[in-house]
């Protein structure tokens, strides 16, 4: 018996029935090992060697594979066909290495590009070798966003308290989205005007004619700028003789769009459909993996993530013979249509993304798919179809028009353009982000000579308006344009910018918070290069040459961390004043703007000579004034929206339904309740029954903006992580009153945020554990670790008998009792550890421990006080 190994156990259940009894097929559930969240993962003085650690949840999988290795005559690779995939393959591999369970079996690689009967089974028949060169690209991006996030994100936290991670494409990514908030705030909007006739031919037919020239001059958009001028012009027009000067039409055609990529499909079912990169991703999934259809389960399309724009010949038949069938020759063009990518560094170019059977008609399995694949799929099979017809055949007319008024001559225009055979347009047509100028319908028959009645002239007054804010369709198509990023990545990179709080959608639009500005501006302003895009582009081009065998991937990352650790080195002593006032003097038209008045913008409104400047505080940066504290005016960066805040998605009592658990089948729903919105497996349960498992949305996690995958995540809390090697016990990671943490026998750690709980390792956790231990009190319990104080040693928030304090060594200041906590920053935690030192060092109950005498008899004047005071009462009463 063969062994297959797959991703997806929705995946295996289909492949086992199309390869039926000689074959096993065993599901991995995606990446069995990754890179620990610790320093050392990635070692560049070892020439990049890497540590890989088993994934919790993937160690029993593991087991099974291994075991099942065992009985087995062979062992077949078949993950997805992409760089990703051959990793995956070759993790299970290396894994099987190092438990000797491979011994002398053959091991082969196995690639299709459809789950469907055909295409596994020809692809069973033609094994192959893992891609070594695709396995190398895969180490090189892997620790490339290793070194960067792990050496970029520690930088941000010291020098910009409040920033949580920097990524080496999202970083780039949200560069873009503030780049255009900036272009829109620079914007200063130009009046113009616009005049139009409304004209009559001699049979009384009617049409727009729209200012064009005038006295020999060539009017454009903008010419015409005051209404003095556009008055001025009406009056010549209102007295004014028309005539038709000229009639040209020419016949053009409208060619269609190629079948989808992985990011045309993203962009096109935000336009039409209303669905996000995550969401249009995790539909496509499940009609890649397969769906029931009439008691067999298929694979409705092929593989999602792909550059590719052409399609495989006996596709492009089928698609060919359905058109000629159900649309009529005219709608079949004499020869097959073939496309090329476009895309800069496009790479990993199989098939576009099609129906497996373009003979599966959308309103045929619409019954078998939910609302979401429905539509998916018919989008899909529609620009499949369509690709392959006959162009659209249109005639575009201008007419000509002259208008004389004594000695004044002004020409007019009218256009309009009519469709004389449909095409690929009885079928589709693709959606725009903004609308097209182009006047679609059809002009009245003339010819030049003709003479024509002005019914009415009007004059327009408008204005320009300032560039649009991205969608996630047009950001992707820009990020694609450049060259930065890949197919794959486009939806995770959309899911960090918005759950890392760096930006927010606005009616689809998506919005820098000052978070994610501060952050740019501080990457800008000290890491240049690295967010630049050609630089980006051409880091994609070297590993792209990577996994053609061209370069070396040690040899792009030597390049790149030379440079790389010489700027982590210059920025190394920096501190936190000069971050801010290089921030200030970037950000300064954003954070400063023009008043009104004219006066000095960064003048403090409240004691008037004092400068105002970004600060950091309890809730993150703020505008301040320099004369603090004797001057206490401060403001928010940027003022809030007029409804205060961006509303969460409203939902039903029933809640919203996200998809399905692939693991039991039960409903995953997004609910709101007392406490807020939350996430909850599976419906209510009859009474008597057990409740279903339930989950609060962590701070800075909006309704809106949950899908199935971070639903999933929230329900699998609290994970267990590992053994704890001295103990023998669990430890787990899980999110709590405080925040996100890790426990081991009834002890807490604190986690830098809600990514970690999903990600921490063993290694990670029990070091954690470790710290908080050898620095924490007996009974003492570690609310915040802000941490490394400047002549070393952690820095913490704790909870004490008496109330929260910071803690650095010996060293314990309490927290006013108007600080929260969770919202102390390093720096104020200094300046209160610092001020304690001054004073003698130790708190209260310290010395109290050292001389339990002086604390004995302080207690007693207490009591004695306290009895006379009940004396005093009781004799009053």
Known sequence: MDLVIVESPAKAKTINKYLGPDYRVLASYGHVRDLPSKDGSVRPDEDFAMSWEVADKAKKRLSDIAEAAKSADRILLA????????????????????????????????????ITKRAVEEAMAHPRMIDDALVEAYLARRALDYLVGFSLSPVLWRKLPGARSAGRVQSVALRLVCERESEIERFRPQEYWSLVANLATPAKDTFVARLVAADG???????????????????????????????????????????????????????????????TMQVAQRLYEGVDIGGETIGLITYMRTDGVDMAPEAVAAVRDLISGDFG?????????????????????????RPTDPARLPAHVARQLDRDQAKLYELIWKRTVASQMSSAEMERTTIEVDARNGEHQLGL??????????????????????????????????????????????????????PPRYTEASLIKKMEELGIGRPSTYAQTMTVLRDRGYVRMDKRRLMPEDKGRLVTAFLESFFRRYVE????????????????????????????????????????????????????????????????????????????????????????????????????????????????????????????????????????????????????????????????????????????????????????????VGSHPETGKPITAGLGRYGPFVSHDGKYANLESIEDVFTVGANRAISLLAEKKGRGRSGAKELKALGEHPDGGAVAVMEGRYGPY????????????????QAITLEEALELIEAKAEKGGKTKKATARKTPARKSTAKKPAASKTKSAKAKAKAEG
């Open 533 to 720: 895009y050609d630089f980006t582009a051409d880091l994609e081009e070297k590993l792209d040459k990577v996994s053609a065998g061209e370069l070396s991937w040690q040899a792009v990352l030597r390049d790149f961390w030379r440079d790389f650790q010489g700027n982590l080195d210059d920025i190394k002593d920096l501190r936190v004043s000069q971050v801010l006032e290089a921030l200030n003097e970037m950000l300064g038209d954003f954070v400063f703007p023009p008043r009104e008045d004219g006066s000095d913008p960064r003048s403090c409104p409240s004691c008037g000579d004092g400068k105002l400047s970004l600060k950091l505080g309890r809730f993150g940066a703020f505008i301040g004034c320099s004369n603090y504290p004797e001057c206490r005016y401060t403001r928010q960066i940027t003022e809030p929206d007029a409804e205060g805040e961006v509303a969460q998605q409203a939902m039903t009592a029933e809640g919203m339904q996200l998809g399905e658990d692939p693991e039991t089948g039960e409903s995953v729903i997004l609910r709101s309740g007392r406490f807020g919105p939350y996430v909850q497996l599976g419906p209510d349960p009859a009474k008597g029954e057990e409740k279903p498992k339930r989950s609060s949305l962590p701070r800075g996690w909006q309704a809106d903006e949950m899908t199935l995958e971070k639903a999933l995540q929230l329900l699998s809390l609290p994970r267990e």
């Open 413 to 466: 225009r009218a256009t309009g353009s009519v469709v004389r055979f449909d095409g690929f347009l009885t079928l589709y047509q693709e959606g725009r982000d903004e609308p097209e100028d182009e006047e679609d319908g059809r002009l009245p028959a003339v010819a030049a000579g003709d003479g024509l009645d002005a019914k009415s002239v009007s004059a327009d007054q408008h204005f320009t308006e300032p």
């Open 329 to 353: 020759k005219r709608y079949l063009p004499d020869q097959p249509r073939r496309y090329f990518v476009k895309a800069k560094n496009a790479q990993e170019a199989h098939e576009a993304i």
């Open 79 to 114: 993950t997805d066909p992409d760089r990703e995939g051959e990793a995956i393959s070759w993790h299970v591999l290396e894994v099987l290495r190092s438990r000797k369970g491979l011994k002398d079996k053959p091991v082969a690689r196995v690639v299709f590009n459809a």
């Open 806 to 821: 910071v803690n650095h060594g010996k060293i314990n200041a309490t927290l006013p009792k108007d600080k929260d906590p």
């Open 217 to 279: 001059k060539k009017l454009t958009k903008l010419s015409i700028g005051d209404e003095a001028q556009a008055t001025g012009l009406k009056a010549l027009l209102e007295g004014a003789d028309f005539s038709v000067a000229s009639v040209e039409s020419k016949p053009h055609s409208r060619n269609p769009q190629p079948p989808f990529t992985t990011s045309t499909l993203q962009q096109e079912a935000q336009r039409k459909l209303g669905f996000d990169a995550s969401r």
